[in-house]
């Protein structure tokens, strides 16, 4: 942790991010060239960041997302052999054998390309290392590891934050992208609805004799809920979601009967299983601040909302908030010379549009959760129902195929 070259007048920096997640260095990455003086503040080491560990969660990313992270020169820092295509997706309920399909408006072409993928899967470990490698790579960004928040607070005029080893540092603005549990976000007095699920996301990567067509498979059965992400043909990541009691069991299981286990769970839809990986598991919250700014203050990432995965919009939520804060940051200071980066006129403007961007798909995939994990008849019956109608109407598979391919 290096602390030289720390301003000594009334501003330390303007614009003060906490968290070095990839929403954090995604912002970082963001505000490259715009003249402002950034600094990040993270936990965890140095070492860390830079070979951030395999953690079981792949995301998937849409082509908006794509095209950001190219433009931020990191989507080239991604092993190409990581990258892997989704050629259409499928939503199974119940015992049905078939469901819904939803494919791209340009087919289905061999590789990983706009017209032809849905979208890209790719680890967050190793998402989390490119961004850290495109900030760190710039150089203009200073990023201070082994930092612990003590204190945090805004007024009308300056951001201040209290390290733990009694540091005070000023920002004109103070970016929270600390996990939709922040500390940060908590300590500016921003309420939070959170809705609890009640159940464990269990995810590892497995491989498997059958392919499994490049389909990502997302199938509410009866009591469980399994998702099959698929990374080259023929080895998948399973992400299951059960009661924690369950997936405690689970994860205790010797391979050999876990790998049985999790045969049967998926009614040999892929054949033979083999574990390529540890198995993690993740409680199943999600988060909505009552607001996303407070003075000099804005929420990222996470920390603005915490998404379901069922739709697996989380991280490209996440990329397009960091987006939309940094371009209105940006058109300021174009229009206004200098510009200042914390106006509430600004923040209010990034408040609005990101509300107008996220909230629908906050709620209605909170909907979908709790219609397609209810194992009730009525419910049964009425996701049956839907998902009928879906398959039988060509434009609403095309229109779940366009939100898929192009939304945030």
């Given at each position: 942790?290096?602390?030289?070259?720390?301003?000594?007048?009334?501003?330390?920096?303007?614009?003060?991010?906490?968290?070095?997640?990839?929403?954090?260095?995604?912002?970082a990455?963001?505000?490259?060239?715009?003249?402002?003086?950034?600094?990040?503040?993270?936990?965890?080491?140095?070492?860390?960041?830079?070979?951030?560990?395999?953690?079981?969660?792949?995301?998937?990313?849409?082509?908006?997302?794509?095209?950001?992270?190219?433009?931020?020169?990191?989507?080239?820092?991604?092993?190409?052999?990581?990258?892997?295509?989704?050629?259409?997706?499928?939503?199974?309920?119940?015992?049905?054998?078939?469901?819904l399909?939803?494919?791209?408006?340009?087919?289905?072409?061999?590789?990983?390309?706009?017209?032809?993928?849905?979208g890209?899967?790719?680890?967050?470990?190793?998402?989390?290392?490119?961004?850290?490698?495109?900030?760190?790579?710039?150089?203009?960004?200073?990023?201070?590891?082994?930092?612990?928040v003590?204190?945090?607070?805004?007024?009308?005029?300056?951001?201040?934050?209290?390290?733990?080893?009694?540091?005070?540092?000023?920002?004109?603005l103070?970016?929270?992208?600390?996990?939709?549990f922040?500390?940060?976000?908590?300590?500016?007095?921003?309420?939070?609805?959170?809705?609890?699920?009640?159940?464990?996301?269990?995810?590892?990567?497995?491989?498997?004799?059958?392919?499994?067509e490049?389909?990502?498979?997302?199938?509410?059965?009866h009591?469980?809920?399994?998702?099959i992400?698929?990374?080259?043909?023929?080895?998948?990541?399973?992400?299951?979601?059960?009661?924690?009691?369950?997936?405690?069991?689970?994860?205790?299981?010797?391979?050999?009967?876990?790998?049985?286990?999790?045969?049967?769970?998926?009614r040999?839809?892929?054949?033979?299983?083999?574990?390529?990986?540890?198995?993690?598991?993740y409680p199943?919250?999600?988060?909505?601040?009552?607001?996303?700014?407070?003075?000099?203050?804005?929420?990222?990432?996470?920390?603005?909302?915490?998404?379901?995965?069922?739709?697996?919009?989380?991280?490209?939520?996440?990329?397009?908030?960091?987006d939309?804060?940094?371009?209105?940051?940006?058109?300021?200071?174009?229009?206004?010379?200098?510009?200042?980066?914390?106006?509430?006129s600004?923040?209010?403007?990034?408040?609005?549009?990101?509300?107008?961007a996220?909230?629908p798909?906050?709620?209605?995939?909170?909907?979908?959760?709790?219609?397609?994990?209810?194992?009730?008849?009525?419910?049964?019956?009425?996701?049956?129902?839907?998902?009928?109608?879906?398959?039988?109407?060509?434009?609403?598979?095309?229109q779940l195929?366009?939100?898929?391919?192009?939304?945030?």
């Amino acid at each position: 942790m290096h602390w030289d070259g720390w301003v000594s007048a009334v501003f330390d920096c303007d614009i003060l991010i906490i968290g070095a997640g990839p929403a954090g260095l995604s912002f970082a990455a963001s505000m490259r060239g715009s003249g402002l003086s950034v600094v990040v503040l993270e936990r965890l080491s140095e070492a860390a960041l830079a070979e951030a560990p395999y953690d079981g969660r792949e995301i998937a990313l849409t082509w908006r997302s794509v095209r950001m992270l190219r433009n931020m020169g990191t989507w080239q820092r991604l092993p190409a052999q990581e990258l892997f295509g989704i050629r259409k997706a499928r939503v199974l309920n119940g015992l049905m054998s078939a469901g819904l399909d939803i494919a791209p408006r340009g087919g289905a072409a061999e590789g990983a390309d706009e017209d032809a993928d849905l979208g890209i899967l790719v680890s967050n470990h190793l998402l989390r290392r490119a961004l850290y490698e495109t900030v760190r790579a710039d150089g203009t960004t200073r990023l201070h590891t082994e930092c612990v928040v003590q204190a945090a607070a805004t007024d009308a005029q300056c951001a201040t934050v209290t390290l733990q080893d009694g540091r005070v540092l000023r920002a004109k603005l103070l970016v929270a992208a600390d996990s939709r549990f922040s500390a940060t976000r908590r300590a500016l007095g921003i309420p939070a609805r959170h809705q609890d699920f009640g159940k464990t996301m269990m995810v590892c990567r497995m491989q498997h004799a059958l392919s499994n067509e490049r389909v990502a498979c997302e199938w509410f059965g009866h009591h469980q809920t399994l998702a099959i992400l698929p990374l080259g043909e023929h080895q998948s990541s399973l992400v299951l979601t059960l009661p924690h009691a369950q997936i405690e069991r689970l994860q205790g299981l010797e391979t050999a009967a876990f790998e049985r286990e999790m045969r049967e769970r998926s009614r040999n839809r892929l054949g033979a299983l083999t574990l390529k990986s540890e198995r993690f598991a993740y409680p199943l919250v999600a988060v909505y601040p009552q607001r996303f700014i407070a003075p000099r203050f804005a929420t990222i990432g996470d920390a603005a909302v915490g998404m379901h995965p069922v739709t697996a919009h989380g991280f490209n939520l996440g990329l397009a908030g960091q987006d939309t804060l940094a371009r209105l940051i940006r058109r300021g200071r174009d229009r206004r010379g200098p510009g200042d980066p914390g106006s509430a006129s600004l923040l209010r403007a990034f408040d609005a549009e990101h509300r107008f961007a996220t909230r629908p798909l906050y709620l209605a995939t909170n909907a979908i959760v709790r219609l397609y994990t209810d194992d009730s008849l009525p419910a049964r019956v009425a996701r049956g129902a839907l998902l009928g109608l879906a398959s039988r109407v060509p434009q609403v598979s095309a229109q779940l195929a366009r939100a898929l391919q192009q939304a945030s």
